[in-house]
């Protein structure tokens, strides 16, 4: 892939692209059943099952990453309770070199992400790491998730792009299976969004192990 000739815009997922995906798992998948289960009086493995039917029953939807959402259906505060963990909040091994090489290259970098703005706040709080992007935009600004053709009609409008000439990369192979519908050029893989959990394979798809891989 040639970057300087063939690119001007990288878009960038941010959770389990550009930043460890252990925290959000730790703290969806442990950390808020711990708290469910506290707050209404049952055991870990009845929390558990209730948040499994929760997180199936949304999955994909606006509200699944919606902090309000969540913090009204379980009467959690979700954004209180989320830098909790905030310790675990990781920035991928290469990520720093990544942005600085694309800086260097004058390239326009953007994060596409579904996250909730509370929960991006915090972390770009954490890691320092908004002066690296010219914008930042969340799914919510628009109220519609990557995995809709209309949210990369909005961007692609609104920003300007020519997406024939944009790079793309998140960790979620049916995101970029919809970014390529929407004529995005280049797409790529996260081959271990969680560092603690075995790396992924994609069918339709070149992962990246470190992004340094792009520029040989």
């Known amino acids: 892939m040639h970057l300087i000739t063939d690119i001007d815009t990288v878009l960038l997922d941010m959770d389990g692209t550009l930043l460890d995906l ?35 029953k949304l999955y994909g939807t606006i509200d699944w990453y919606c902090y309000d959402q969540w913090s009204s259906l379980l009467d959690l505060n979700i954004h209180q309770l989320q830098h909790q963990t905030n310790h675990k909040v990781q920035i991928r091994s290469d990520t720093l070199a990544f942005l600085t090489k694309l800086k260097q290259l004058n390239k326009r970098i953007i994060i596409l992400t579904n996250a909730h703005r509370s929960g991006v706040e915090m972390k770009m709080q954490i890691t320092g790491l908004s002066p690296y992007f010219d914008k930042i935009i969340s799914s919510h600004d628009y109220q519609i998730v990557k995995e809709n053709l209309v949210f990369w009609a909005t961007i692609q409008e609104q920003l300007k792009l020519d997406f024939s ?17 929407a004529g995005v050029g280049h797409l790529c893989g996260i081959e271990a969004p969680d560092s603690k959990k075995p790396a992924q394979t994609m069918q339709e798809f070149k992962v990246l192990h470190l992004f340094n891989e792009l520029f040989t």
Not at 165 to 181: G, P, S, T, W, Y
């Open 165 to 181: 000439r944009c790079l793309f990369i998140d960790d979620n192979e049916h995101i970029l299976k919809v970014a390529q519908q």
């Open 22 to 56: 252990h925290y959000d798992n730790h703290f969806w998948m442990e950390f808020v059943p711990e708290q469910y289960a506290d707050k209404a009086n049952i055991s870990l493995p009845e929390a558990h099952h209730f948040l499994s039917k929760q997180y199936h």
